[in-house]
Each structure stands twice: as structure tokens, then as C-alpha cells.
């Protein structure tokens, strides 16, 4: 009986090296999968955030739609939402640039969706 219980100690030193192994490797998966793309994430929010300037048609983060008319500070726009519309927002409140394409489909569907209801 002796022998058997000195032959069950041994085996279980592999065990706790493959638990310890497991610990460690968690907080290089939580980098990889969850740090590292926020850091990519908020580079990519500062660059553009950098890149609006005048005459830029935006979206904010609210989602309110609306062209770029002026600066009022080095952190601050003018957002004109509608004709003779302006509102000011802040530099950290823009989501994205709006691309021209999408901005003309819009037109077009709006247009031929009136058109529709006419007949």
C-alpha cells in the first residue's frame, strides 16, 4: 500500500504545471482579444477626429447628420443640421465622415420614393 500511495503523488506535479500554464496564458489572450483592438479602435476615433475639417459632412456620435461650416476653438464645430440650422458640438462628438455615395443614394431613394406616392 505504501508503494501505491508514493506512485499517485508523482502524477499530480504535471497537472498543476498545465493549471499554472492555463493562469498565465489568460492575460495574454485578454491583451490580444480585448486590449489591443480598443487601443486600435481609439487611434482610429483620434485620427479622424483630427482629419474633420471645414466643409466635411459628419455624423455624430448621437447620429445627428449635418456639414461641417466653422471652428470655435481647437476643440469645438459648427454643425449646420438644416438651412440656417447650426448647432455646436464638440470635437470628441464625431462618429464618422459621411461618404459622398451614401449622401447621393439618399437623395435618390427620398426622391423616387415621393415620386411613387404621386401616381
Known sequence: MAL???GDSGGGGGGAILQLGILLLIPFAMYFFMIRPQRRRTREAQELQRSIEVGDEIVTTSGVFGKITGE?????FW???DDDVQIRIARAAVQGKVPAD??????????SGSSDSDD
Open 4 to 6: 501505491l500511495a508514493s
Open 72 to 76: 470655435d476653438g481647437p476643440n469645438r
Open 79 to 81: 454643425l449646420e443640421i
Open 102 to 111: 451614401e449622401d447621393a443614394e439618399a437623395d435618390e431613394a427620398a426622391k
